[in-house]
């Protein structure tokens, strides 16, 4: 399942969401429905109530990238590297609300504010996940340690870090 994942995420990056429909409709599963934008207005955009989201990735007793990753729905982004990362240190930038439409609809899908908040294993060294969704109401934030949560967190995880592909940095 894992590996269909993160096959999945790969053509993210290289399709549009309607041609996932499609290969979702050829392998005979049901697409999510965040990939359908058939009931938005061509020039709507739904933040489905959240007004910011957040990763950070801690470091481990190896060479596990430590950085966290603040967005606003506006597109403001705000990035700090501490370590195993090509950027390091305090870093702006901007997304285009295009680029955030996709992970704001799957964190709705998933119900992130249902999930539990923690999520471990006793064992020791490895990376902690901080992943934050921010309401005008609420704000959660998930602790996935040892990478023990559920698979669409882990999802959303990567997502919010394949964004660091994607922004226009200021500085």
């Given at each position: 399942?894992?590996?269909?994942?993160?096959?999945?995420?790969?053509?993210?990056?290289n399709?549009?969401a309607?041609?996932?429909?499609?290969?979702?409709?050829?392998?005979?599963?049901?697409?999510?429905?965040?990939?359908?934008k058939?009931?938005?207005?061509?020039?709507?955009?739904?933040?489905?109530?959240?007004?910011?989201?957040?990763?950070?990735?801690?470091?481990?007793?190896?060479?596990?990238?430590?950085?966290?990753?603040?967005?606003?729905?506006?597109?403001?982004?705000?990035?700090?590297?501490?370590?195993?990362?090509?950027?390091?240190?305090?870093?702006?930038?901007?997304?285009?609300?295009?680029?955030?439409?996709n992970?704001?609809?799957?964190?709705?899908?998933?119900?992130?504010?249902?999930?539990?908040?923690?999520?471990?294993?006793?064992?020791t060294?490895?990376?902690?996940?901080?992943?934050?969704?921010?309401?005008?109401?609420?704000?959660?934030?998930?602790?996935?340690?040892?990478?023990?949560?559920?698979?669409?967190?882990?999802?959303?995880e990567?997502?919010?870090?394949?964004?660091?592909?994607?922004?226009?940095?200021?500085?």
């Open positions: 399942m894992r590996k269909l994942l993160i096959f999945t995420l790969f053509l993210c990056s399709l549009c309607q041609d996932l429909v499609s290969l979702y409709e050829e392998s005979g599963v049901t697409a999510p429905t965040f990939f359908d058939s009931h938005y207005k061509s020039n709507e955009y739904s933040t489905f109530g959240i007004t910011e989201i957040g990763i950070q990735k801690t470091s481990c007793f190896g060479h596990c990238p430590a950085f966290m990753l603040k967005i606003k729905t506006d597109g403001t982004v705000y990035y700090e590297g501490y370590g195993f990362v090509d950027k390091l240190g305090q870093h702006n930038g901007k997304l285009k609300r295009s680029q955030l439409e992970i704001l609809a799957y964190i709705n899908e998933i119900d992130f504010m249902d999930l539990q908040d923690v999520y471990s294993v006793d064992i060294d490895q990376p902690s996940v901080y992943t934050m969704v921010k309401t005008q109401s609420q704000q959660k934030i998930i602790k996935n340690y040892a990478n023990t949560g559920p698979m669409t967190l882990w999802a959303l990567q997502l919010m870090t394949q964004l660091l592909n994607e922004v226009r940095w200021l500085d």
